[in-house]
C-alpha cells in the first residue's frame, strides 16, 4: 500500500519537492497528487521581471513538465483550488469537486503580493482584481503586461524600493523604458540596507538611469489614461507621479488562509516544527514562502531568534529537498509496519530511519544579491552598526563571547562601498555596492560562516588592477622560461656568449623550447643587450 | 646499431615528437646496468640522494610534430637520463625474510609467480588474483594484459590508473555522444579558435609545449580558465588574454550549470543545432533554469557578471574563429566528476559546439597512453575496442579472436578503488600483479593502500625502479624502458604514435609482453601470447574491428610512413581527424543530453561528526590553532604522476625536491605560518608534514599540494577513496584537512630524514 502525499500548490518549491519524490513514486512507495491553481506547471517566479523585460522567454522558465510527471505516475491537477482541508478524514476538497486521501499532506502555496491601501485599488488581498495598467508582477501574465510597456519604451512607475522593485526598475530602464522607483524610506533596500550603503545604492541607480523618489508615500492611483487605465501614483504631499504602468512591489505575504481554515497554526506563515511539520498534526507539512519554521517549544533558543519567511526561493528548495528524504523515509516505514503511520515510534527500520533524520538546520539570514546588469549589489545580515556605535557593537559581548566589529569602505564618487560586520572574525552582516568580486566572496566566507582575513582591505583589493600581483618583469634573475626552467640570468649569460636570436638562446639554453610562449621575452634581453652595447 | 631514432616523449599524453640520437663519443651503445645493480635499502632515500647520472647515453632533440611543433618542456629534455640511472633495476629482486630485495633468476621468479597464482586460485578462486595496470603501458601491452588476465589467470579483477584520471570525462564522453576520445578534433584545430573555455586545467605546467595552441585565443582575448588557484595557465588570462574564474573547490559543476541558464535565457543557444543533433534539450532547460547567475554567485563565489561574459564569449566565439570548452582533472576527479564533465558537455552542446567543423568540447588526457590504455582491456568492465564486457556481441567477438569459449571470458570486475579496497580481504585479492603503476602514492586514502598492499600474501610489481609500490612488493621484475622498446600509444587527440627503439635494453630486464607470454606457458593458458609488439598488436587490429575505437584499419607500416591514423580507423577506410561532424555515435545519431544537478554533498569526512573524539583529539594537538581548510592537488611541471620517474632525475629533483603547501598569506598569517616553515596537513586519513608556500595564487580557504611525493609528503594520504557512482572515479580535489604549525618534534623528524639521506 503505498502512501498518499498530496502537495498543495504547484510554485518553484513545490517543483522541487516534486522532483525529489520522483524516485518513491516510480517505485511505488508513495502516490503523488499536486494541485496547481495555475494553468502552468510550475516556472521560475524569481525570472518574471526578467520575463517582462524581454531577457528570456515564457518557455525557458519552466521548471516541471506535467507531461512528464504524469507519465512517471504523478497525479497533476492544474488550474483547480483547494475549497478546504478536512483533517478529520484526511482529505482535501477541491474546487472540481473532487475530494483526495491523504496521508500527508504538504501545503507550498507560497505567497502573494502585498496589495497598498491606495484609493483606487481594490485592497481585498485574497481576490485582488487590479485595474488596468496596474500589476503587481507575480505570474506569466503580469509579466506579458509589463513587457508590453518596455518594449513600447513607456513610463513605468515601480512602487517599492524592495530588492524586486529595484531588479524589475533595473532591468526596464535598461532595456529602453522610462522608470521611476518610489519608495518611502531614506533610501532604497530601506529593510536591508545601512544608510551609507542605500546613498551608494540610489546614486547607482540614478546612473543607471532609473529616477529615484524617496521619502514619498502614496496615497493614491490615479485612471486617466484614454482607457481608463492608470495614469499617475498620487503622493501624500499632493504631487503626482506620471507613468503608463505601475508595478506594485510591496513585499509579499504567505497564503495561510487554507490551513487558518483548518485550524492550524499561523503567525506570519504556517507554523511548522524543525520537520517541517504543522503544530500538532504529523500528518501535514508546511515549505516554502508559506511555512515560518518556529517550533512549539517554548525553550527552543533556535526558534526564539527565528524570522518570518525570509520569501526567497534558496531556503524553500532546501527545506523541499529535506522533506522529500524524509517523507521517503516516512513512507518506506509505512510499508514496512503498515500500522504505524507516525514516526515517533522508536525502534529500528525505516522509521527509526526518518525519525533519525538529522533536522533541517535553521537558515542564516538571507543574502539578497540584487539581479542587475549595471548595479552590482549584495546585502546580507544585520548591518545597522557603524563602526563608531560603542553601545551597538558591544552589547552581547559577555560571556567570552565576541563583541561586533565593523570595517567599512566608501567611496561615493565611484559607486562603491563595502561593510563588514563581523563578530570572531565571521561575518554576521555584509554590504558591498559597485565590488563584484568582494560582493561573489564576502557572500560565500558569509554562507560558509567562515573567518574573514585579519587584513580585510585584501577583500576590497580583489577587484583592483594591482590583481593579480605583478610578474616583476624587472627582475633579471626571474624564470623567463617556465618549461625549461631557465633564468632571465642565463638567457642574459648566453646573450654575452654571442647569442644573438631566439634559436641561438634556444639552442644554447634550450629557453623557449617549449612552448615559445617566452620568445618575446627573450627577444627583448637580447634587445636590451645589444642596445646597452651601443650605448 | 640504431644511431638515431624518432620516438615520442616518455611522459604525458601530449607525447611530444622527439629524436634520440647516439653520441657518436658513445657509439656502440653501453649495456647500462649489465653489472647488477644492489637493491637499495630505502628506495625514497636513494632516490633523494642520487648521483648525477654519468652522462645520458641519448641526445634528445625537439621533433617537428602538429602535437608539440618541436617544443619539449624540462621533463622531455631530461627523459634520457633515466636510461641510465644507477637505480635502474636490472634483474627480478626477491624480498627475503629479512626484508631486502636480493636478486633471483627469471626462471625462479616465473617459478615463484606460477605457483603463488596456483596456490591462491586453489585456495581462494581465481578473482583472488588481481592486476593493476596503467595508462604508461603501450596499447599493445595494455591489450595483452586484460588478455592474461582473463585467460591466463582467469580473473575479473583487473583496473588501471586511469580510474583515477579519465574515467569520469569517458563516462559523460559515452553517455552524451556514445564514444569517448578525449580530443574529438586534432589539436591544431584550437589554433584558429576565438574562444576556449579550459575548466581544471592547468596545461602550462602539465604539457607546456601545449600553450601553443592557446595563443590564438589569447590574442583574441578568447582564453577563459577555471581554477580556484591562479595557476600558471591562468595567468595567461591576464593582459587582456581572456578571463580567470576562480571558484570555490567543489563548485565547477554549479558554475556550469549557470554558464548553460546564460546561454538559454539570454538566447545564445544554437537551436537548429539543438532540434537535429540532440536529444533531451526541455529537461535540460528545465533543470538549469534554477541556476540563475547571481544565485550561482553565491554558491561559487564567481561574480554573476564573469558567469554571463563567459558565456556570451563562448557563443560569440562560437559564431567567429570557433569556441572550445576543455575539461581537466581538477573538474573530473571528484564524486560528482561524471556530472562535471556532463554539464560542460551539455553547455557545448547547447552552443551547438560538438558536431561543428571548427568548434567542440575535449577533454585534456593526462598519461601518455590514457587514451589507447582505456580502449582496449584493462578496464573492469571492458574488452578490446571500447566494448562493454557485459555486451553477448562483444563477448562472442572476442571469444572468437582468442579462439575461447565465451565461458571462459569473465564477468565484469571491481573498479580500482574497489581492486584496492578488497586487498587481503576475505573474498579480496590475495595476489597482486602491478604494471606501470605506483600505487602506493597515487592512490587515494594511500595509508590504506599501502597497509592493503602488505596484507597481500603475493605482491609483483614491474618496473625499471624500485618504486615505493615495488619497495612493497614480493617480486620485482625489471621491465624496459620507452627508449628501448617498440609498440604504439594514442595520444590526448586519439592519434595513433609509434613509440621506437633506440638502445639496447640492459641485459636482465624484459618487456612486459615477454614476461606475459612466458606465464601464460607456465600456467597453460588458452590462446596465444606474443613477445613482438607487431605481433600483438596485429592481433589488437582483429580485436578491435568493429568496436568504437577501431583500429582495424591501422598497422606499423602506417605509422611509419607518418600517417595521422586518428581512431576509428577501419580496416579499408581512413583514419577520422574529427568526431560527429554527421553523427553521434548513438544509434540515433543524437548526442544526449542529461540533466545534472549539484548532489548535496555529505558532511566533509574530515570533520567527523559521529567520530567526534577524533576529531577532539586532532584539534588538541598542541601549537597555534590549526585551521579547517579545503585541499587540492595537483602537478608541478618539473614532475610527473607519482615522481616515480622524475625524482630519479637530477636536474628535475635538485628544481623541485619536495613537496610545498601553497598557502594563502592571509589565512598563513591567521595559523602564524610563515613562507618556509614546517606544517602539518592533516585529517583522520592521515598526516603530510612539509614546508609551506605562502601565494596570492590560491583563494584564502584553500590550500594546495603536488601529489608526486611520498612518505611524510604523499598528498593522497589525505585523499578520500570516495568515489563517483558511474565512474568509479574518487575524490581528490575536495577534501577537507586541518592546517597548522609543525610541532617541534614533528619539524626535527623531518629535518633528520632529509639529513640521512
Redo the contacts between chains.
Keep these: 500500500m503505498s502512501e498518499q502525499v498530496v502537495i498543495v500548490g504547484f510554485g ?1 518549491v513545490a517543483a ?1 519537492l516534486i522532483d525529489e519524490l520522483l524516485p518513491a513514486v516510480r517505485s511505488g512507495l508513495a502516490h503523488l497528487t499536486v494541485i496547481g491553481e495555475e494553468s502552468d506547471a510550475a ?2 517566479r ?2 518574471v521581471a ?1 520575463l517582462g523585460v524581454g ?3 515564457a ?7 506535467a507531461a ?1 510527471l504524469v507519465a512517471d505516475g504523478v497525479d497533476v491537477r492544474l488550474g483547480v483550488r483547494v475549497r478546504r482541508v478536512d483533517r478529520a478524514r484526511q482529505r482535501v476538497v477541491l474546487t472540481d469537486g473532487t475530494t483526495p486521501h491523504y496521508d500527508r499532506l504538504v501545503f507550498a502555496t507560497g505567497s502573494r503580493p502585498v496589495i497598498p491601501n491606495l484609493t483606487g485599488l481594490n485592497p481585498d488581498p485574497a481576490h485582488p482584481v487590479l485595474p488596468a495598467g496596474v500589476t503587481a508582477l507575480r505570474d506569466l501574465h503580469d509579466a506579458a503586461v509589463l513587457r508590453e510597456a518596455v518594449a513600447g519604451g513607456k513610463r513605468v512607475v515601480v512602487l517599492g524600493g524592495g530588492v524586486l522593485g529595484l531588479e524589475t526598475a533595473l532591468a526596464a530602464a535598461e532595456e529602453g523604458a522610462r522608470v521611476t522607483v518610489v519608495h518611502n524610506g531614506r533610501h532604497p533596500l530601506g529593510r536591508n540596507i545601512d544608510r551609507s550603503g542605500g546613498g551608494v545604492l540610489a546614486a547607482s541607480l540614478r546612473n543607471c538611469g532609473v529616477r529615484v523618489a524617496g521619502n514619498a508615500r502614496s496615497t493614491g492611483v490615479e485612471h486617466n489614461a484614454p482607457d481608463g487605465g492608470f495614469s499617475a501614483l498620487l503622493l501624500e504631499d499632493g504631487s503626482a507621479i506620471d507613468g503608463d504602468l505601475l508595478v506594485l512591489s510591496c513585499g509579499v505575504r504567505p497564503r495561510t488562509e487554507l490551513a487558518e481554515g483548518c485550524g492550524l497554526s499561523t503567525a506570519t506563515g504556517i507554523l511548522v516544527d524543525h520537520k517541517l511539520r504543522a503544530h500538532h498534526e504529523p500528518h501535514i507539512f508546511a515549505i516554502g514562502d508559506c511555512a515560518e519554521v518556529r517550533c512549539p517549544d517554548p525553550a527552543c533558543g533556535e526558534c526564539r531568534t527565528a524570522r518570518g519567511p525570509s520569501g526567497l ?2 531556503p524553500g ?1 532546501r527545506q523541499a ?1 529535506w522533506l522529500a528524504e524524509y517523507l521517503t523515509l516516512l513512507a518506506e516505514g509505512t510499508a514496512i509496519c503498515p500500522g504505524d503511520s507516525n514516526d515517533s515510534a522508536p525502534g529500528g527500520g525505516a522509521v527509526g530511519a526518518a525519525a533519525s533524520l538529522p533536522e533541517l538546520p535553521m537558515e542564516k539570514p538571507g ?1 539578497i ?3 542587475a ?1 549595471g548595479t ?1 549589489l549584495a546585502v546580507a545580515g544585520d548591518v545597522s552598526a557603524d563602526p563608531w556605535d560603542e553601545e551597538v557593537l558591544s552589547a552581547g559581548a559577555v560571556n567570552g563571547r565576541a563583541r561586533l566589529q565593523v570595517a567599512q569602505w566608501a567611496d561615493p564618487e565611484h559607486g562603491r562601498y563595502v561593510k563588514m560586520t563581523t563578530r570572531a572574525g565571521v561575518l554576521e552582516g555584509l554590504v558591498a555596492v559597485g565590488m ?2 568582494t ?3 564576502l ?2 566566507l558569509f ?2 560562516g ?2 574573514l ?3 580585510r582591505s ?1 577583500l576590497l583589493r580583489l577587484d583592483g588592477p594591482d590583481q ?2 605583478s ?1 616583476g618583469a624587472a627582475d633579471a634573475s626571474r624564470t623567463v622560461c ?4 631557465v633564468s632571465g640570468t642565463a638567457v642574459a649569460a648566453a646573450v654575452t656568449e654571442g647569442c644573438a636570436t631566439v634559436p641561438e638562446v634556444s639552442a644554447a639554453t ?1 629557453a623557449g ?5 617566452c620568445h618575446e621575452d627573450i627577444k627583448g634581453i637580447i634587445e636590451a643587450h645589444f642596445q646597452g652595447a651601443v650605448a | 646499431m640504431t644511431k638515431s631514432a624518432d620516438t615520442h616523449c616518455p611522459y604525458c599524453a601530449l607525447q611530444c615528437a622527439m629524436t634520440l640520437k647516439s653520441p657518436a663519443a658513445l657509439t656502440p651503445a653501453v649495456q647500462p646496468g649489465s653489472d647488477p645493480v644492489p637493491a637499495p635499502p630505502a628506495p625514497p632515500a636513494a632516490a633523494a640522494a642520487a648521483p648525477a647520472p654519468a652522462g645520458p647515453l641519448l641526445e634528445v632533440s625537439g621533433r617537428d610534430f602538429p602535437t608539440n611543433r618541436g617544443g619539449l618542456c624540462r621533463k622531455g629534455w631530461t627523459s634520457a637520463s633515466l636510461l641510465s640511472h644507477p637505480g635502474r633495476v636490472t634483474e627480478p629482486m626477491l624480498k627475503d625474510a629479512d626484508g631486502v630485495h636480493r636478486p633471483v633468476s627469471w626462471d625462479e621468479a616465473l617459478r615463484l609467480i606460477t605457483a603463488a597464482v596456483k596456490e591462491t586460485r586453489d585456495r581462494y578462486g581465481a578473482d583472488a588474483v588481481g592486476v593493476f595496470g596503467g595508462g604508461g603501458l603501450t596499447n599493445e601491452k595494455a591489450y595483452q594484459l586484460g588478455k592474461f588476465a582473463r585467460l591466463a589467470l582467469g580473473t575479473s579483477r583487473i583496473d588501471y590508473n586511469g580510474r583515477f584520471c579519465m574515467s569520469s570525462a569517458a563516462a559523460a564522453g559515452m553517455r552524451a555522444f556514445g564514444v569517448d576520445r578525449g580530443l574529438p578534433f586534432p589539436l591544431e584545430d584550437l589554433d584558429g579558435a576565438s574562444t576556449i573555455l579550459m575548466l581544471g586545467s592547468n596545461v602550462a605546467e602539465t604539457m607546456p609545449p601545449f600553450v601553443q595552441h592557446l595563443q590564438g585565443a589569447r590574442d583574441a582575448g578568447g582564453l577563459i580558465v577555471v581554477d580556484p588557484r591562479r595557476s600558471a595557465t591562468a595567468a595567461f588570462t591576464s593582459d587582456g588574454g581572456g578571463l580567470h574564474l576562480q571558484p570555490l573547490p567543489g563548485t565547477d559543476l554549479t558554475l556550469l550549470l549557470g554558464l548553460s541558464h546564460v546561454v538559454i535565457h539570454e538566447g545564445l543557444a544554437d537551436t537548429g543545432f539543438i532540434s537535429t543533433r540532440t536529444s533531451g534539450f526541455e529537461a535540460l532547460a528545465r533543470s538549469v533554469n534554477a541556476f540563475w547567475p547571481e544565485r550561482v554567485q553565491s554558491l561559487t563565489g564567481v561574480p554573476a557578471d564573469l558567469i554571463r561574459e563567459t558565456a556570451r564569449r563562448l557563443a560569440d566565439g562560437a559564431t567567429k574563429g570557433g569556441a572550445y570548452i576543455l575539461t581537466g582533472r581538477g573538474v573530473e576527479q571528484h564524486i560528482d566528476g561524471t556530472d562535471t564533465a556532463t554539464a560542460a558537455i551539455n553547455l557545448s552542446l547547447l552552443l551547438g559546439l560538438p558536431g561543428s567543423s571548427r568548434s567542440g568540447y575535449g577533454t585534456l588526457t593526462g598519461q601518455g597512453n590514457g587514451q589507447g590504455g582505456r580502449e582496449h582491456g584493462q578496464k573492469a568492465d571492458q574488452l578490446p575496442g571500447y566494448r562493454k564486457i557485459t555486451d553477448p556481441a562483444a563477448r562472442a567477438h572476442m571469444a572468437k579472436v582468442w579462439d575461447v569459449p565465451e565461458s571462459l571470458i569473465p564477468g565484469p570486475g571491481l573498479p580500482a578503488v574497489q581492486l584496492l579496497k578488497s586487498l587481503g580481504q576475505p573474498d579480496g585479492v590475495r595476489c597482486l600483479f602491478v604494471h606501470a603503476s605506483n600505487i602506493a602514492v597515487a592512490s587515494p586514502d594511500a595509508n590504506a593502500v599501502i597497509a592493503g598492499l602488505r596484507s597481500l600474501d603475493f605482491l609483483v610489481v614491474c618496473d625499471f625502479f624500485v618504486s615505493e609500490t615495488a619497495a612493497e612488493a614480493d617480486l620485482i621484475l625489471p621491465v624496459l624502458q620507452w627508449a628501448e622498446e617498440e609498440g604504439t600509444l594514442t595520444n590526448l587527440e586519439g592519434r595513433v604514435l609509434r613509440r621506437r627503439r633506440a638502445l639496447q635494453p640492459p641485459a636482465g630486464a624484459r618487456s612486459e609482453l615477454w614476461i606475459m607470454a612466458r606465464l601464460a606457458e607456465l600456467l597453460e593458458a588458452p590462446s596465444t601470447y606474443s613477445e613482438d609488439p607487431e605481433t600483438v598488436f596485429e592481433e589488437l587490429r582483429l580485436a578491435s574491428a568493429g568496436g568504437l575505437a577501431d583500429y582495424s584499419g591501422i598497422d606499423y607500416a602506417i605509422l611509419d610512413r607518418g600517417e595521422a591514423a586518428y581512431w576509428p580507423f577501419p580496416a579499408g577506410g581512413t583514419g577520422t581527424p574529427r568526431l560527429f561532424l554527421d553523427a553521434f555515435a548513438h544509434a540515433d545519431g543524437k548526442a544526449v543530453m542529461t540533466p545534472v544537478a549539484p548532489r548535496r554533498r555529505r558532511p566533509p569526512a574530515a570533520t567527523p561528526d559521529r567520530d567526534s573524539s577524533r576529531d577532539i583529539s586532532a584539534r588538541d594537538i598542541p601549537g597555534p590553532g590549526a585551521k579547517t581548510m579545503t585541499l587540492i592537488t595537483g602537478r608541478l611541471l618539473e614532475h610527473y604522476q607519482s615522481g616515480a620517474q622524475t625524482r630519479r632525475v637530477s636536474e628535475l629533483f635538485a628544481s623541485q625536491p619536495e613537496a610545498k603547501m601553497q598557502i594563502h598569506p592571509a589565512a598563513a598569517a591567521s595559523m602564524g605560518v610563515t613562507d618556509g616553515a614546517f606544517v602539518s596537513v592533516a585529517n583522520e586519513r592521515g598526516e603530510v608534514l612539509c614546508r609551506a608556500e605562502l601565494s596570492t595564487d590560491i583563494r584564502p580557504e584553500t590550500v594546495f599540494l603536488p601529489f608526486h611525493f611520498p612518505e611524510l609528503e604523499s598528498a593522497n594520504r589525505l585523499t578520500e577513496a570516495a568515489t563517483d557512482p558511474i565512474s568509479g572515479m574518487p575524490e581528490f580535489k575536495f577534501n577537507k584537512v586541518w592546517v597548522r604549525v609543525a610541532t617541534n618534534a614533528q619539524q626535527s623528524s623531518v629535518l633528520q630524514t632529509s639529513e640521512a639521506s
Excluded: F, I, M
Excluded at chain 1, 518557455?59 to 513538465?65: K, M, P, Q, V
Excluded at chain 1, 617556465?482 to 626552467?485: F, M, T
Design positions: 518553484p522541487r516556472y521560475n524569481v525570472l526578467d531577457r528570456t522567454t518557455g525557458a522558465l519552466a521548471l516541471s513538465d512528464a526561493v534558496g528548495w529537498e543574502v544579491v540584487l539581479k546588469r552590482n563584484p568580486r560582493a561573489a566572496e557572500v560565500q554562507e560558509r567562515a573567518e582575513p585579519a587584513d585584501l593579480p600581483a610578474h617556465r618549461c625549461a626552467g634550450r623550447t617549449g612552448c615559445g610562449g
